[in-house]
């Protein structure tokens, strides 16, 4: 059995909130639905439980129109757990639950047996068994929501539909929320649609993600493919960054900065020269002044050069690992020098390997370009070169490049003049 | 647990088995209450007289006006507070459930404005015929309410869909245009004024059989049908679509509900006039009493309703006897301090 979507449409009067949405879904899946506000999440769930009517578009549950069945047939089909329920009317948690068996009980009918057995088995499988005869208004926020939960059990659905259900739940609730909700999925072979928010706990929970932005799908898949830096940027307009984490094994996502709206060729370009750690807190720095940062000579598996791909830096030069900067790699440089509009050096120690980050900060100088030296130590206590460094290090001072005893200093300045 | 429910169960028909009881107990309190002496043991013999069998060993020894009394005023009348108790209760009870909203009674969306238009103008005419034994102020008053909730009830439908808080507010508007126009005929009413303001007032002295007879069917017919749905309006209550997510077919069981108890009403009115507070706090009382599960508020607000203006109603008969006041001002008086106490006591648990 599967879920299927072709073609659905939805607005309110002149505004269009759901454009041309298709898709399928199969028993046994957990899919996010994921998106900025308003891009339609909750409408989808709010069509696909009948709540609201398509404008075109069908939606099956394996062969059948869901127009096609009855409420109370589909409400034994498929089970909604709202983003958070409520009610000031004085009825038990117990009373609550036996709500869910309303579509199998007769209008002259009272509850048997088998349903009182469902709703215990309900009631177990999410831990509120032992809240049965408390008032259901009593409960706190994540006892509140686990009686939801066993109230959509007790109707034996099949398809499972969340609306962001641990939005208003602390970290420790909504993971075992996740994790009940998980484990029902695969022992009872449902399918679960969930609207959310939280990007990592889509990632390590759902088997598949739609990405919706505008009312449209922007991308579907596994996490890995649809939770990119790029799809994210795009939908919702942020920079961030996306890691595989080792311990769980499932992506999770960092974000930076809200993304610059004007293009990045009108911004001021940074190029920055360092090493061994010494350039990832300027890297940072740069990069939330937002200027376009070009980064070279490095060495890869270089602290600096994790930093930079941190901070989505494209524009870098890199050496083999512990090998000194090659002669073609050094042109590589220069020509991102060029395109610079000022160069940066870090605190970075001189050896042989490197000396040639130096020449390229020369060539700078000697273009017109500012050189700016962030200089905590004196050149003699980071000269490894037997002078060689200190003596294109005192050239460079001699054509005018500035030495800054603070970042702080140091970026407030290029902030002031570019 | 299954035991636990069972003693639900129980208890639940334990209350139902007491209110009936006390509910056969004012039907006889009541009627042999009344300003004409007519002792209880004439009663019981002119009841046996009515017999098979029995009846004709009964000696006749009480005056024909006593029997007339106690058959053709009396006994309607108890019969007819007891109707509309229940029917005023009941409509309550729904309403209070399709609102979500406490202070919702049967007259919320124009019923009662309607049927005093009706009433007013039937009586400003000064029509005399009879429709089907109705009289014309029944008949006037019954459409007039029947008419105005129709009206309502199509503002306020968006294509299949009912908005209720629509409904609240164009009932709000067509009441207080009616009003005005009802004010203007009592204005320019002269000596008919007196009479209208006895029917705005509620009472149930002009009861007859031909009353009984045109609205029992109906009134029980429509709190047979509340009753039938009781479990859904539990649903209703957790808010619409929770209701429709569980399988209530939302649209059609407020649409069946909102005509029941509209058409309950209306018929209620229609004989007695505009009684207050007896829709908006039994209801409550009965919440108190037995929980909000529609399942047994429905029923028992059904009987402690009839209780409640059966007694009332012979209370009106007897305060100021002979002469009887209209038992509106009663049930006002009774209920309006009780729902006062309510709202102090909700306001200290919500404080608390």
Known sequence: MALSIDDLKFGYSEKEILKKIGFTSHHGEMLALLGPNGSGKTTLLKLLSKILCPECGVIKIGDVCIDNIPQKELAKEMAVIPQSFDTTFSFTAHEIVMMGRTPYISRF???????????????????????????????????????????ALAQEPHILLLDEPTSSLDINHQLEILTTVRSLVKEENMLVIAAFHDLN????????????????????????????????????????????????DSIYVVPLDKAEKISSNSRPKAHVICGGGSGSPLLNRLKKNRFHISVGVLNMLDTDHETASYLNIEDI????????????????????????????????????????????????????????????RKI??????????????????????????????????????? | ??????????????????????????????????????????????????????????????????????????????????????????????????????????????????????????????????????SPISFFAFFGSITVTFFVYNISKIGRKIHVETLLLSGIAIGAFLSAITSFMMYIAGDKLHQMVYWMMGGLWTSSWADVKNIAIFIIGGILVIIFYSRELNLLLMGDETAQNLGVDVNRVKKILLASSSLITAFAVSVSGLIGFVGLVIP??????????????????????????????????????????????????????????????????VSR
């Not at chain 1, 048997?112 to 068994?129: G, I, L, Q």
């Not at chain 1, 054509?399 to 970026?411: D, H, P, Q, V, W």
């Not at chain 2, 429905?298 to 209370?315: Q, R």
Request: with cysteine; hydrophobic share 45%.
């Open chain 2, 284 to 349: 409550h009382i009965m919440r108190i009493v037995v929980g909000p599960d529609h399942r047994i508020l429905i029923p028992t607000s059904a009987l402690f309703g009839a209780i409640f203006l059966v007694l009332t109603d012979a209370a009106a008969r007897v305060v100021l006897s002979p002469t009887e006041i209209p038992v509106g001002i009663l049930t006002a008086f009774f209920g309006g301090p009780f729902f006062t106490y309510l709202l102090i006591k909700r306001k200290k648990s």
């Open chain 1, 317 to 376: 030069v890199l050496e083999a690992p512990f090998s000194p900067i090659s002669d073609s790699n050094h042109i590589e440089n220069l020509k991102l020098v060029k395109e610079a509009d000022f160069v940066v050096l870090s605190d970075f120690s001189i050896g042989s390997g490197n000396l040639k980050n130096l020449e390229a900060a020369i060539y700078a100088i000697k273009h017109k370009i500012p050189v700016m030296i962030y200089e905590k």
């Open chain 1, 201 to 248: 706990m889509a990632a390590k929970y759902f088997d598949k993600i739609l990405l919706l932005s505008n009312g449209k799908v922007h991308a579907e898949g596994e996490p890995a493919d649809v939770l990119t830096e790029k799809n994210i940027r795009d939908v919702y307009g942020v920079d961030v960054v996306v890691k595989n984490n080792p311990i769980t």
């Open chain 1, 380 to 418: 003699k206590d980071k000269d490894f070169t037997n002078g060689k460094g200190s003596k294109l290090y005192d050239e460079l001072i001699d054509n005018g490049a500035m030495t800054f005893g603070s970042k702080r200093e140091l970026i407030s300045y290029v902030q002031s003049c570019f």
């Open chain 2, 1 to 134: 647990m299954e035991k636990n429910i069972q003693n639900k169960y129980k208890k639940w028909s334990t209350i139902i088995i007491i209110l009936i009881l006390i509910l056969l107990f004012s039907l006889i309190l009541s009627s042999v209450t009344g300003s004409a002496n007519i002792s209880n043991m004439q009663i019981i013999k002119m009841l046996l007289h009515k017999l098979p069998f029995v009846g004709d060993r009964i000696a006749v020894d009480w005056k024909d006006s006593s029997e007339l009394i106690f058959f053709n005023i009396r006994l309607p009348r108890v019969i007819l507070a007891m109707l509309i108790g229940s029917a005023l209760a009941v409509a309550g009870a729904t309403y209070q459930a399709i609102f979500k909203n406490p202070m919702a009674d049967p007259y919320i969306i124009g019923v009662s404005t309607g049927a005093a238009f009706g009433a007013n103008l039937a009586i400003l005419l000064g029509l005399s015929f009879s429709i089907l034994g109705l």
């Open chain 1, 109 to 151: 009918g009272s509850e048997s047996a088998m349903d009182f057995e469902v709703v215990e088995r309900a009631m177990k499988r999410t831990d509120t068994w032992q809240m049965r005869d408390s008032m259901f208004y009593n409960l706190s926020g994540g006892e509140k929501q686990r009686v939801i939960i066993a109230r």
